[in-house]
């Protein structure tokens, strides 16, 4: 659990017909690249990583296998559901033998059940923990992303996707370090829905939606400015 609350932030949220996953990718230095932090599964199911990316990638490895031989088997999707149930039995079992070290990694799971084509958002832990969420954050500083999701959480059953992704950066704002700044380089966002494959957006494809980022920031600074001189008004008055 320690490794997860160390490792770079990764945030997810679901409305009635998508889910997202937004995360930070670190880099070692300046002079080496981001690492990639969201792994796409199979056409409707991906994970944000919070941990050790090592074990990341083993677990993701297990899933797309599990994907695949569900498919080549049955000729259908793999319900999101079962996935899950066997990765925490998966989880779980490392804790309970002497062979193995459990694994250092916490994934946020988005998906969309193909015979419901509903949004679903999973959290799984490295004791084998398994939940269910609207909204959830892990890895540093996800106190801030969550004390967000917690404010406008009535917000997103109804939102549109661009306003879901919106709300998933403004989440990983908080979560920035120092004097970093989310920028193209260091976010990035992935995105699933009913009859549509999961897609990455980074790099260019994600700076128009940190320019609405930008623009909203700058208008929610004026309404403050507009309340605080207006208060400070009535104050005079009286």
Avoid: W
């Avoid at 997860?4 to 990764?10: F, H, N, R, W």
């Avoid at 945030?11 to 792994?39: D, I, M, P, W, Y």
């Avoid at 917000?155 to 920035?176: H, M, P, T």
């Amino acid at each position: 659990m320690e490794s997860v609350k160390q490792g770079s932030a990764c945030v997810g949220l679901r409305s009635n017909t998508h889910a997202v996953l937004g995360a930070l990718k670190r880099a070692v230095s300046e002079l080496s690249s981001h690492q990639k932090k969201l792994l796409e599964i199979d056409d409707h199911i991906g994970i944000g990583i919070a941990g050790l990316t090592a074990d990341a990638r083993s677990l993701a490895k297990y899933m797309r296998n599990e994907a695949l031989n569900h498919k080549y088997i049955y000729g259908a999707p793999l319900p999101p559901h079962l996935l899950m149930a066997e990765l925490a039995d998966k989880h779980q079992r490392t804790t309970q033998t002497y062979v193995r070290r459990p694994f250092g990694v916490g994934l946020l799971v988005a998906s969309v059940d193909p015979r419901t084509q509903k949004p679903h958002l999973y959290q799984t832990c490295p004791s084998g923990n398994l939940y269910e969420y609207y909204a959830s954050a892990i890895g540093a500083r996800s106190q801030s992303a969550r004390t967000y999701l917690e404010k406008h959480a009535d917000s997103f059953a109804e939102a549109s996707k661009d306003d879901l992704i919106v709300f998933a950066l403004q989440a990983l704002v908080g979560c920035v370090s120092g004097d970093t700044e989310l920028t193209k380089e260091n976010a990035s966002i992935s995105i699933v829905g009913p009859n549509e494959k999961l897609i990455i957006i980074e790099g260019d494809d994600l700076q128009p939606y940190l320019d609405r980022l930008e623009l909203k920031g700058n208008t929610d600074e004026a309404d403050a400015e507009e309340e605080k001189e207006a208060d400070d008004d009535v104050m005079e008055e009286s």
